[in-house]
């Protein structure tokens, strides 16, 4: 088996980094611990962008304890929330000439602070209009191990908000989804009987700017970790009081390189969050949940939430070249809804290519063709599969049964690789830290 890292989850009395509390973790070699348990960030994959690391057994001197404390204060944003909140009062009052973006700092600058921002880059003329699109106004943080900052299509957006109005949720926990939480404030602000209301938990603070506390709360969706303390924990969980029979819905994209089990974790602390909020208890129900990920981690969230199912849907997004929408010959993305709700509740849009299979009672792709011997809609990714039935399943239309290898594979592919595979992708030759199906430019 190959060496690889394993989560041991988040531990109670975990040190801390400037994100939250870090993750403990283990090497492991045919799937026993190896070597010694170590803490390291939640949030960050890349070295660079966070480089706490301490050992589990390791002892940390009064000195280091003191200045890490100091490094995690300093690391923190220069405004508070509460800061950003009344800036962005006084932003609004001023005449659209005064008001100024600096997009080198990603900040609304207010007139006092033009001198410091001279030799920035910045943007003039910020209407209201653009002040309810934030999304439009920063630019997306894309580096690929951190923030993978991919933003729906306005098609893909409209249409899981319409999607989640239809089956009747009035309330929207937006985890990590500041597009969506932006169409719903901003047809909230405009449409008199739009009635849905959100609240967007995001690790991207810049959002702070442009939201209250009851709109916006910092939070690490890896380690559960709200920046705002009892506070913001308490508007979450207010938030998540169904009152007046306002149905809640939560809603997630995470960034695809991250930890399953880390996200599955905190997911469910949520989902206890909401649980605990009705005082009837719910009869054992489960907050129901759109986990927006790639297909081929299928297998990794069914692990962690049995009762999820893969949509067909395809979610596509505006600032990758890869994942937007097939019809124009371009590659078709890789994204799904996953699901706690009933399969045949998700309706499909037929104009862009879905119908209903009435024996597996979900609808799926055109292409997706209803297999007899399996008895469902095998494909995975809109194309039509075949039949192995040496295998006992539906495979890629591209792959062929191998007898050495005794599976289907590719064509090309050397018999002996004894390679278990991308643990993301699952192909061989890569690791999952280099899997090409996670770099989307
Ligand atoms: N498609 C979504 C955006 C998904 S991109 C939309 O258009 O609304 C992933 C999102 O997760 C980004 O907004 C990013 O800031 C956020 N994110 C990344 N790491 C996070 C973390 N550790 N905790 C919380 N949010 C995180
Ligand atoms: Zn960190
Ligand atoms: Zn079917
Ligand atoms: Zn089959
Ligand atoms: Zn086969």
Known sequence: GPAALALLGPAPGAPSCPHGPALLFVKTSQGKEEGRRFYACSACRDRKDCNFFQWEDEKVSETRLAAREEYNRSHQPCFTHTQNVDRYKNFVLLPLSKRRFCQDCQQLLLPAEWKKHSDHQFLCDITTAR?????????????????????????SCQFLLNLLIDL??????????????????????????????????????RYSQFYTEDEFCHYNMFNHHFFGGEAARET??????????????????????????????SFKKLMAMWRETEKEGHDNREMPM????????ETRILDFFPSFSMMDYQVDYDNHALYKHGKTGRRQSPVRIFTNLTPRMIVLPEEEGYRFCTVCQRYVSSGNQH?????????K??????????CKKCVKPSWFHCNNCNC??????????TDPGCFVCGKAGHKRSACPSLSRS
């Open 131 to 155: 002040l309810k699109s934030p999304s439009q106004l920063l630019y997306p943080l894309e580096n690929k191990k951190t923030n993978a900052q991919y933003l729906f299509a306005d098609r």
């Open 168 to 205: 009747g949720f009035r309330r929207v926990l937006s985890v990590g989804t500041p597009r969506l939480h932006e169409m719903i404030q901003s047809k909230a602000s405009q449409e008199e009987e739009f009635n849905v209301r959100s609240l967007l938990l995001d690790i991207d603070f």
């Open 236 to 265: 979450c969980r207010k938030f998540l009081c169904e009152e007046n029979g306002e149905r809640v819905i939560m809603v997630t994209d995470p960034p695809f390189g991250g930890l399953v089990e880390a996200l599955a974790s």
């Open 290 to 297: 759109f986990w927006i990920f790639p297909y081929f981690f």
């Open 371 to 379: 297999c007899e011997i399996c008895n469902s809609c095998t494909s």
């Open 381 to 390: 990714d809109g194309r039509r599969w075949k039949h192995c039935v040496l």
């Open 408 to 417: 289907c594979t590719l064509q090309k592919h050397s018999c002996e690789k």
